[in-house]
């Protein structure tokens, strides 16, 4: 692993480019170049500092772009020979391009000591963040990229070479339509595979918008689009431009589901056979613009069945009724055909030489009417992959085809590195590595001599790529089974086979052998500890673009996600749930039964996820509240009851009130710091007042002692207060005040001045102070209140025996104006 402690602080690598002789890898990165020795990552890289002039970048913010955008970032590394790497930079959104000196590792300077630079504009994007893409082909440079510097021109353009054969796309929609390019690869073939002497051809890969859909939306379509090595462009028509240029769309379809996979995001391109062009693969990444979740998908395309679409009809707009048509007829010779030996026979040695109505033709007609179809290897749902790789393995002969299995290095947005295998229409999942931290997507990936050199903007890793040794487990090396790795129980190793073609039960086979049993098609089953009421969902990974059912107790509490199942647990819901996803081809006479990926079994016991997702719960609470309300009405009643025992004391003293020494103390009390003493019911902090309710209903309420207190009030004079702690239920207390009510036993004589109380503690404890004993304010129903002090004061000492009442230590003494 290299960070940013290694690289010193450069950063923004956007560009890997790998010398496979030496090992060194070139990065491309902000005012910088850096080299890497592959082979010792331990040593110090080398860096060469490529910035901009300050005063270029003070003119590129005043023409209105960020001061981090104009820097110098380094977008295209690619040999040129003679041990020299074409190098260019967005230069502060000036594109410029400049030579390095590999074996010195320094950039060709002037006399003057400055760097020698030529222009880029074309080669090169202008703003770091365009996409963009670009292929050397025998030392000439082909570049797919903006070239202008608001952005809005787009251009397949040779860039370098002679000046009179630089041409590039027409300027038109048809040809290219608000392009995101992708990817390039040049196809060079030998005469020993060239037998009709064809031109070579560059390809490019992008995304645009059809123009051949009419709908109320932009829709976007992935392409390809061929040109040929030897085009120069037309004598009159098409002048500096291509005559070759030809496109078709790329589509990546589940025909099961009818799902399609429109953005193209990266492509791979590997020949199946070493050294045979006509083998070669392009394998696709794809997401989808229609789905609003992440989406991944994989599908690969032969070099074959490209050429033959783009030598198929043409599309064509017919401007009278809208409609697009094949037209007839197509001129001799074939408009886009790339120059080969027949052609040349006919004297047609240069594309200057090819009729006007043959470039006419091309310049109208560049979309082909048929596709390139192919249906995805792998689908991934809730994961992005930004960056795809391919290995192939044999494990029969090296001439039989059949026996190849396909690994996929995946490079997903949050740094972690996915392994799939792909052996006909079988896909396993066999490794998940996280290899960066989440902010930090993958951006390269280059294989090399059995190693994968992972690359982000921030840090560079190197992980094993190929190989049995790469499986340490006996499942691991199981699942590995069709890459022809076997687990030798005596060195406790996986290594390769020696035997014959790999046969698909092999895997279930190999897998039994494993002392855990776990088996690709036979999981473990898992056992969840569930409580009624929860909401659980079971996962069920499966990278097969085959769609996944649930075998579950018949009952309607569920629902799929996806692969994934939501189960609302009831008694009725318990018991096994098995995901079976199928894994053979769909439809097809040989199609493979469906093949178990998960297994859990319900039970009813306390909540637990068990390796699921537990999404909702705790309705036991419910139990808890109810018991704490009946303790109050029973606390409530009691209370009551003692204050109706307490009333012939009361009637001793009518020469006394609220008002009086013992309200006083009643409402601040020096002896009692947790005045006031009524505030040991349920919490020291909470004061009582009573409210009585016209049905005869006595209220007892406690209420925080702060000042933002609120009143719960029930309908019916009883209720009990929600904790807000606890989502799904209702409380119309933002306190969460506890509440009790209880039937009123008291006498009729007995009168309770909550109105005078209220004015009390409005008024505060100045206006108490201050009152003289037995002064306004006698008569019987002084004596009630009196008598309601007395006999609160007597609960307290009563109540102070419970263990339920007692606090850890006590409050601090009440404001008066919060009582």
């Keep these: 692993m290299l960070g940013p402690q290694q690289f010193r602080g450069v950063a923004n690598f956007s560009t890997f480019l790998l010398d496979r002789s030496s ?16 082979n010792n990552l331990a040593k110090q890289p080398r860096t060469i500092v490529w910035d901009v002039p300050e005063e270029k970048k003070r003119s590129c913010v005043a023409k209105g772009k960020t001061e981090g955008d104009c820097n110098n970032y380094i977008r295209l590394l690619e040999f040129l020979g003679d041990g020299q790497i074409y190098a260019c930079g967005t230069y502060a959104f000036d594109p410029q391009c400049a030579f390095l000196n590999m074996s010195s590792f320094s950039l060709e300077r002037w006399e003057d000591g400055r760097v020698r630079m030529e222009t880029g504009k074309g080669k090169c994007p202008f703003e770091p963040s365009q996409h ?39 300027r038109s929609i048809n040809w290219l339509s608000d392009p995101e390019f992708v990817s390039s690869a040049f196809i060079q073939q030998d005469e020993d595979t060239n037998p009709t002497g064809d031109d070579n051809k560059i390809y ?42 030809v496109k078709a769309q790329l589509v990546c379809e589940n025909r099961a589901s009818g799902q399609r996979y429109n953005i193209l995001t990266d492509v791979y391109t590997t020949q199946h056979t070493s050294g045979d062009p006509s083998s ?121 085809q059949s026996n190849a299995a396909t690994v996929l290095h995946l490079g997903t947005d949050r740094g972690e590195l996915h ?79 020696m035997t014959g073609p790999i046969q698909g039960e092999e895997v279930e086979d190999a897998l039994r052998l494993c002392e855990s049993g776990e088996g690709r098609c036979s999981p473990a089953q898992r056992v969840l500890l569930v409580s009624v009421g ?117 009637q001793r003293h009518p020469d006394h009130s609220l008002s009086s020494e013992k309200g006083r103390d009643l409402l601040d009390s020096s002896a009692t710091p947790q005045s006031p003493s009524s505030a040991s019911l349920l919490s020291e902090g909470f004061p009582l007042t009573e409210k009585r309710m016209g049905n005869g209903t006595l209220l007892l309420t406690h209420h925080h002692n702060n000042g933002n207190s609120h009143h719960g009030n029930y309908g019916g004079g009883s209720g009990y207060g929600g904790n807000r702690g606890n989502a799904g239920y209702a409380n119309t207390d933002p306190l969460n005040t506890p509440v009790m009510s209880a039937t009123s036993t008291v006498a009729e004589g007995l009168k309770l001045h909550v109105q005078e109380t209220v004015a009390d503690e409005k008024r505060g404890g100045d206006r108490e102070r201050g009152r003289p004993e037995g002064g306004e304010g006698g008569g019987e129903g002084d004596e009630e209140d009196e008598g309601l002090g007395e006999g609160l004061g007597g609960l307290e000492e009563e109540l102070a025996g419970f263990v339920l009442f007692k606090l850890p230590a006590p409050l601090a003494q009440c404001e008066e104006s919060s009582i």
């Design 132 to 170: 963009y893409t670009a292929v050397m082909a025998d030392g000439i440079l082909y570049t797919a990229a903006t070239s202008n510097f608001l952005g809005t021109l787009f251009d397949i353009s040779r860039a370098t070479g002679q000046e009179q054969e630089r041409i590039r796309t027409e």
């Design 419 to 497: 392994r799939v295998a792909v052996v006909g229409q079988n896909t396993t999942l066999l490794q998940e590595i996280s290899l960066f931290t989440a902010q930090e997507p993958v951006n390269n990936i280059l294989l090399h001599k059995g190693q994968a050199l992972v690359g982000t903007q921030l840090s560079l890793a190197r992980v094993g790529a190929e190989g049995c040794s790469l499986y340490s487990s006996c499942e691991e090396c199981a699942r590995a089974r069709p890459l022809g790795c076997v687990w030798r129980v005596k060195e406790g190793a996986c290594s390769p086979s």
């Design 204 to 245: 490019f890969f992008f995304t645009e918008v059809a123009k051949e859909y009419d709908l109320y939306t932009k829709v976007k379509v992935p392409r390809v689009a061929r040109v040929c090595k030897s085009d120069v462009g037309g004598m009159k028509t098409l002048q500096r431009r291509w005559t070759t240029f």
């Design 280 to 400: 070669t693969h392009f394998y696709g990444l794809f997401t989808s613009q229609w789905e609003h979740e992440e989406l991944s998908a994989v599908c690969v395309y032969s070099l074959a069945d490209i050429s033959k679409v783009m030598d198929g009809p043409f599309k064509e707009l017919k401007k009278t009724c809208e409609n697009w048509i094949n037209p007839e007829p197509v001129p001799t010779p074939r408009p886009g055909q790339c120059l080969n030996s027949a052609l040349r026979a006919k004297g047609f040695e240069s594309s200057l030489k090819l009729p006007d109505k043959v470039l006419t033709f091309m310049r109208d007609h560049p979309l082909m009417e048929n596709s390139v179809i192919a249906a995805p290897l792998l689908v991934r749902r809730g994961i992005t992959y930004t960056k795809v790789a391919v290995t192939r393995t044999t494990t029969g002969s090296d001439d039989d």
């Design 534 to 650: 929860l909401r659980v969902l079971l996962p069920c990974v499966q990278v097969s673009p085959h769609p996944c059912t649930w075998v579950h107790p018949p009952h309607r509490h569920t629902r799929q996600h996806h692969s994934d199942l939501e189960v609302t647990v009831t008694a009725e819901s318990l018991g096994t749930y098995t995901c079976l996803c199928q894994e053979g081809a769909s439809g097809g006479k040989e199609e493979s039964p469906p093949c178990s990926r998960a297994s859990y079994q319900l039970t009813l016991e306390g909540p637990s996820t068990g390796g699921a997702v537990a999404l909702a719960g705790g309705r036991h609470i419910l139990v808890v509240y109810i018991l704490c309300f009946s303790l109050g009405v029973t606390l409530g009643g009691f209370l009551l009851y003692v204050l109706s025992r307490r009333r012939g004391i009361s």
């Design 23 to 38: 090992g060194v890898l070139f990065l491309g990165a902000r005012d910088a170049i850096l080299a890497v020795d592959t």
